[in-house]
């Protein structure tokens, strides 16, 4: 897992918890890194799921809840450091449908080492899209947040409706309906 998504992570940790609850949870897990990350650097995804289940433990607050925010600060550092790829859109429905082919094609010339989730587009009309989300990692409430991230970058809303197509979470079918 790439670098970036462990020093955003930390980060949003910092500024929701404090930098208490970074070393808390870095403290309480057995890190190969030693929580020592870079952007650029490459992690074991083992390292991120201590990290969610200790933040989870000493928060109270369920794994699922805490990737649907990550991925709403995550959205926020895309749009930050990659405006010229979003504003290839016009319009939230074209965005979602073009992960696999496009957005995913452009993180591998920046990160060719990225192992990313595949997203299969079964159907799409004009406002909603049928896709099904593949990875071993079941980070799919990860991608559910910035799905609805998306939408209110496009200033729309959208009915999302996940349906579990393996009970582990690995392989998930998103129902997008543009409101």
Do not use: C, W
């Amino acid at each position: 897992m790439k670098g970036i998504v462990f020093t955003e992570f930390l980060e949003l940790v910092e500024d929701k918890f404090g930098l208490e609850m970074v070393d808390k949870i870095i403290t309480e897990s057995n890190l190969e890194s030693e929580g020592a990350y870079t952007t650029v650097g490459t992690y074991k995804f083992s390292e991120m799921l201590q990290l969610l289940e200790h933040l989870s433990t000493n928060t109270g607050i369920a794994i699922d809840d805490m990737l649907l925010v990550y991925a709403e600060h995550f959205f926020s550092v895309l749009e930050d450091n990659y405006p010229g790829l979003l504003a290839t859109y016009k319009d939230p429905i074209e965005m979602l449908s073009s992960i696999e082919d496009h957005i995913h094609v452009e993180v591998r010339k920046i990160y060719p080492d990225a192992e990313l989730p595949t997203f299969e587009v079964i159907k799409k009309t004009r406002t909603s899209l049928t896709m099904i989300y593949k990875s071993s990692r079941a980070m799919h409430h990860f991608g559910l947040g910035l799905m609805n991230k998306t939408f209110e970058y496009f200033n729309s809303t959208a009915t999302i409706v996940l349906e579990k197509l393996k009970e582990d979470g690995t392989e998930v079918k998103f129902l997008i309906n543009k409101n």
